[in-house]
């Protein structure tokens, strides 16, 4: 596996998840050098791209996750981390990270259920 996500899980409406992606293997070494993203998939629908992050002050967010989604990266861990408060049932999805552009091997990712 070179990208495990974590830390998804069934919350309630405005609850907090705190993701985490680490990468393994044969991507470890191109890791700090590529902007990366965090993706969701909720059923029925297409993937997209929830924020992304190059650095520390270059960072965006689908106008859905702004205010509420903070997007992080240790490239000394060769992890990303997605930081989600007020969540809601629309959130509900599957969570992936990856690179920008031309994506590594997608992951396993990680479910988020929210409840109302």
Known sequence: V?????GGGSVQSGGSLRLS?????????????????????APGKQRELVASIRSRDNVSYVDSAKGRFSISRDNAKRTIYLQMSNLNPEDTAVYYCNRLGNPWYWGQGTQVTVSS
């Open 21 to 41: 992606c680490v990468a393994r293997g044969s991507i470890l070494s191109d890791f700090p050098s590529n902007a990366l993203g965090w993706y969701r998939q």
């Open 2 to 6: 070179q990208l495990q996500a974590s």
